[in-house]
């Protein structure tokens, strides 16, 4: 089987989570940002995995990445704007007949779901889950993750790779 675990992180977070749930996958999976996961990165895949953070109860848009980007001297953290958002990567997605898993970073306390957004468009360019959405929690706005977090999601990949069998 093999398998991607598509990302949009800007301070880390969300990158780090999806490194674990490849991980746990197993060998054949390899975690990708919006930027990497095209094309060829596409080509054979049974599973795709994808995630991002929870920005304004949502998937981020495009206008809160420009203020991230605006404020983004004030941030004590960089954040990463170097890839397409998730939004974008996710209108970019061809049309196919494969599997699907979506996951979000938030914290604790926050409304709404990314990875809702994320399944419900895997789910629209032909990629049925195999799992419900996961939330991986981030302490604060810009990190660090909550502790056990990556080993949850890491647990979480592998029960990814099992339900693909």
């Known amino acids: ?13 969300t990158a780090a ?3 674990a749930i490849a991980e ?13 996961a095209t094309g060829e990165a596409l080509s054979g895949v049974d599973l795709i995995v994808a995630g991002a953070p929870l920005l304004g109860f ?14 983004a001297a004030r941030d004590p953290v960089a954040p990463d704007l170097s890839h397409p958002a998730m939004r974008v990567w996710l209108d970019a997605l061809p049309k196919a007949a494969g599997r699907a898993a979506a996951f979000e970073t938030r914290i604790w306390w926050s409304p709404g779901s990314a990875a809702k957004a994320i ?3 895997l789910e629209a360019a032909g990629y049925r ?18 502790d056990g977090e990556l080993g949850r999601a890491k647990a979480w990949g592998a029960q990814l790779a099992q339900a693909m069998k």
């Open 1 to 13: 089987m093999q398998a991607i675990v598509v990302y949009e992180s800007h301070w880390g977070n």
């Open 17 to 19: 989570i999806a490194r």
């Open 24 to 36: 746990g996958i197993g060998p054949e999976a390899r975690a990708l940002s919006t930027a990497e």
């Open 58 to 71: 949502s998937l981020p848009t495009e206008s809160m990445l420009k203020g991230i980007a605006a404020n």
């Open 119 to 121: 399944l419900g468009r």
């Open 129 to 146: 889950p195999v799992a419900k959405a996961q939330r991986f929690i981030v302490q604060g706005k810009y990190g660090p993750l909550r």
